[in-house]
């Protein structure tokens, strides 16, 4: 006999910690090798642990609710082998030192301890917080932007336990919506002071309490985070899809016959986008600090909706790369996945641009809110009849179309609107252009 020690996986890159939400096996159960053995969450998806080993759980190391670092050893299980090594997470390395003998961990906390003023100075924005560091948040009034201005010596700049209980015994008392934010106008360099509020809400007359699942909970933080780095504007468009509606129609049960899958509106969509971005790689970016980050791959995020009604975005990895039935199989894979629950941690890294339907709803057009570091995000409306005018030899006439409105949001510190126009406009004439004549 032998136990073999279970440690907690890496979940993705950046994801150093995660949470531990249901343990399926308990103490005494006998476990199958690959079965699930315990419900782990981190800042961006939950996910299943298989048991890489055979045998009989013998001891669980922590509760469900705790927060546990990447790396440690969450539980025991006695197997039949005569030794069991610890399996070590993928993708978990020590942070290479620097050239004086620190890590970068360690420069970043020294650094953060010598100067507080210049820690909340720096004004990290497009960061996740582990569920620890936002209770504590929570319980000690600090908000989401005072929390944003907090360095972090974590792995790219995360904050940790320590760094927000080191940023509590420093701060100064006052207010805790109060945040110092770094003034933008061209050659000041001095703060200026904003206070953040939530307005008072009345619980009298007949009401209701219902507290956010932590998913939501996580969706409010990253929206309001979103809203705070980039400073967003949004151009419409709207698209004449008659031959697309038309094609699809025609070839619609010819494909699934041919495919085994259903040709939605979705991947044609995504491909007229990979095209644009083609065109005009500079909306397929990120913004670090002064520095813009072009992204080389063009890997497409598409909203998909989770049996709970919220959101989450799949990212279809390479979509320039795919062809029209590449990108259904992928578009359907993701969302049934997405709807069972059963996505992982990289089936939602790495995306570079984003498009949302809102038309799904019934929505003729929206305002959607940018997926950070990304610096857009297109919404597609629903596809109405109109009457329309169209241009032909003989003169203009007026039919009805199949129209739809496009709309883009971006982060006008790096898109500017003939940057944001042009791109959307361009996407525009794919779709007009798709050819009805297309074959499968």
């Given amino acids: 006999m032998a136990q073999f020690e ?69 539980a025991l299980i006695e197997t039949e082998s005569d030794a069991a090594a610890p399996k070590a997470s993928p993708a978990l390395a020590e942070p290479a030192p620097q050239a004086n003998g620190q890590s970068p961990a360690a420069a970043a906390s020294n650094g953060a301890q010598a100067s507080s003023a210049q820690a909340l100075g720096k004004g990290e924005g497009s960061r996740f917080y582990s569920p620890l560091v936002r209770n504590i948040a929570q319980q000690e009034k600090i908000s989401l932007q005072e929390l944003e201005l907090i360095t972090g010596s974590g792995m790219q700049g995360r904050v940790t336990k320590k760094d927000i209980l080191s940023y509590l015994e420093e701060r100064k008392e006052g207010p805790a919506s109060t945040a110092t934010v770094p003034n933008a106008s061209p050659g000041k360099g001095s703060p200026v002071q904003v206070n953040y509020s939530a307005p008072a809400v009345s619980l009298d007359g007949n009401v209701e309490i219902v507290e956010m699942d932590r998913m939501r909970k996580l969706i409010a933080e990253h929206m309001v985070m979103s809203k705070h780095v980039s400073p967003h504007v949004t151009s419409f468009v709207e698209v004449d899809v008659t031959n697309i509606v038309k094609w699809r129609e025609k070839v619609k049960d010819v494909f699934q016959k041919k495919y085994n899958e259903k040709i939605t509106y979705t991947p044609v969509f995504i491909e007229a986008v990979a095209r644009a971005i083609r065109d005009f790689p500079m909306i397929n970016i990120s913004v670090d600090g002064t520095n813009i980050v072009v992204r080389k791959d063009v890997n497409i995020g598409m909203a998909a909706a989770l049996p709970s009604g919220n959101l989450i975005v799949p990212v279809i990895k390479g979509a320039d790369q795919l062809n029209l039935t590449g990108l259904t199989k992928s578009v359907n894979d993701l969302a049934n996945r997405a709807r069972a629950n059963q996505l992982k941690p990289e089936d939602i890294q790495g995306g570079t641009f984003t498009i949302t339907n809102v038309g799904t709803f019934g929505n003729v057009m929206g305002t959607p809110i940018i997926n950070q570091p990304q610096v857009a995000i297109m919404a597609v409306g629903a596809i109405r009849k109109k009457p329309a005018v169209l241009e032909t030899e003989y003169g203009d006439i007026i039919a009805v179309r199949h129209m739809m409105f496009l709309s883009m949001s971006y982060d006008h510190r790096v898109v500017d609107g003939f940057l944001g126009g042009s791109f959307l406009k361009r996407v525009a004439d794919y779709l007009e252009g798709f050819d009805v004549e297309r074959a499968v």
């Fill in 6 to 74: 279970l440690i907690m996986p890496k979940m993705g890159e950046s994801i150093m910690e995660a949470t531990i939400l249901k343990w399926v096996k308990n103490v005494g159960d006998q476990i199958e090798l690959d079965e699930t053995i315990v419900e782990i969450a981190t800042d961006k998806v939950d996910s299943e642990v298989p048991s890489p080993v055979a045998g009989k759980v013998v001891q669980v190391l922590f509760a469900e609710n705790d927060t546990v670092p990447i790396g440690k050893v969450i």
